[in-house]
């Protein structure tokens, strides 16, 4: 287990990196989106970004990090401590944010986005600092 847990950590935080940049930018897609007139060549070819973004990176990379780090959590006992408990809290709104973009993403598809370009800007914050607290107590451990 001792050889491993290196390299599980390691695409652990490769998969964590990869869903994070998925999504910060699946908002910015549905602010420009927002633009477009439904069934216009650009909105099509924003609905096809989105799923393919979504589809490609954000949910594999969500599936990797997930399993790589409960994985660790299990090697490592991790369960047991504070900082360990309020990340993983952290990670269940990071999660049910993803929930979110998914629902959106489907809206949009069907040319039923009810949101405006200001929403998905202020939603586009949420990841974000979700991650910085995520990695603040992954590496600082306050608790």
């Given at each position: 287990?001792?050889?491993?847990?290196?390299?599980?950590?390691?695409?652990?935080?490769?998969?964590?990196?990869?869903?994070?940049?998925?999504?910060?930018?699946?908002?910015?897609?549905?602010?420009?989106?927002?633009?477009?007139?439904?069934?216009?060549?650009?909105?099509?070819?924003?609905?096809?970004?989105?799923?393919?973004?979504?589809?490609?990176?954000?949910?594999?990379?969500?599936?990797?990090t997930w399993v790589l780090g409960l994985w660790?959590?299990?090697?490592?006992?991790?369960?047991?401590?504070?900082?360990?408990?309020?990340?993983?809290?952290?990670?269940?709104?990071?999660?049910?944010?993803?929930?979110?973009?998914?629902?959106?993403?489907?809206a949009f598809a069907a040319d039923r986005n009810?949101n405006s370009a200001k929403f998905y800007r202020?939603?586009?914050?949420?990841?974000?600092?979700?991650?910085?607290?995520?990695?603040?107590?992954?590496?600082?451990?306050?608790?």
């Amino acid at each position: 287990m001792e050889l491993w847990y290196p390299w599980i950590k390691a695409f652990h935080l490769i998969a964590a990196m990869a869903w994070m940049a998925g999504m910060l930018y699946l908002p910015r897609l549905f602010v420009y989106h927002c633009a477009a007139e439904p069934g216009s060549v650009q909105s099509e070819t924003f609905k096809v970004m989105e799923r393919r973004l979504l589809r490609a990176i954000i949910n594999p990379a969500m599936i990797a990090t997930w399993v790589l780090g409960l994985w660790l959590v299990w090697a490592s006992e991790a369960w047991r401590a504070g900082w360990f408990q309020a990340k993983f809290v952290l990670v269940l709104l990071l999660s049910a944010v993803h929930g979110l973009l998914t629902r959106w993403v489907r809206a949009f598809a069907a040319d039923r986005n009810r949101n405006s370009a200001k929403f998905y800007r202020v939603v586009n914050e949420l990841p974000t600092i979700l991650m910085i607290a995520i990695v603040i107590l992954a590496i600082v451990k306050p608790f």
